[in-house]
T-cell receptor, first 113, second 115 residues
């Protein structure tokens, strides 16, 4: 399978713990996006990278959230001191400029108890 | 402020029917309008997309109609099948510096196609 992959698929954690998610984009895709989707809502943009540079961050991305894409390939999204409101599906997407199409991964379902 | 408004929230049709999902946007800078299909537990998958320079685009059983002056666009699914039962999202993005930015999604329409 050469699509976008995300790991883990599911994560259950206790409030206050730190969690880290990984996204592997489609090979050679230079853009990588993170979105968050809560139940019954559409995905909401969090941040995106072009190669290794983080070009934009949403106001939704509080100081507890940090994302990296160290070598312009895979990316990690870390949430520190998780809160119950962080429970959501975290989606990763990638694209190859100049194509407009964003390809989404299966997501990581986070549950904060 | 919701930049892309989608309706209806849910839709039930019989097999062979033509469900229509509507979206309206506010930001005139938007110039790329995709539709995504999402099954439970899966990520969204691109169905079809349109740019404002055309009023209609067809791909298989899926058609987008676009009305630039009204800032509205809609998805039509011809000859709908039970396998089309899923949640559909419209989205929009603007071009910054020669490439599309992040997608702004509607809240989704849950479609159920009855056999």
């Amino acid at each position: 399978d050469t699509g976008v992959s995300q790991d883990p698929r599911h994560k259950i954690t206790k409030r206050g713990q730190n969690v880290t998610f990984r996204c592997d984009p489609i090979s050679e895709h230079n853009r990588l996006y993170w979105y968050r989707q809560t139940l019954g809502q559409g995905p909401e943009f969090l941040t995106y990278f072009q190669n290794e540079a983080q070009l934009e961050k949403s106001r939704l991305l509080s100081d507890r959230f940090s994302a990296e894409r160290p070598k312009g390939s895979f990316s990690t999204l870390e949430i520190q001191r998780t809160e119950q409101g962080d429970s959501a599906m975290y989606l990763c997407a990638s694209s190859f400029i100049p194509s407009d199409t964003q390809y989404f991964g299966p997501g990581t379902r986070l549950t904060v108890l | 402020q919701q930049q892309v408004k989608q309706s209806p929230q849910s839709l039930i049709v019989q097999k062979g029917g033509i469900p229509i999902i509507n979206c309206a946007y506010e930001n005139t800078a938007f110039d790329y309008f995709p539709w995504y299909q999402q099954f439970p537990g899966k990520g969204p998958a691109l169905l079809i997309a349109i740019r404002p320079d055309v009023s209609e685009k067809k791909e298989g059983r899926f058609t987008i109609s676009f009305n630039k002056s009204a800032k509205q666009f809609s998805l039509h699914i011809m000859d709908s099948q039970p396998g089309d039962s899923a949640t559909y999202f419209c989205a929009a993005s603007a071009n910054y510096g020669g490439s599309q930015g992040n997608l702004i999604f509607g809240k989704g329409t849950k479609l159920s196609v009855k056999p």
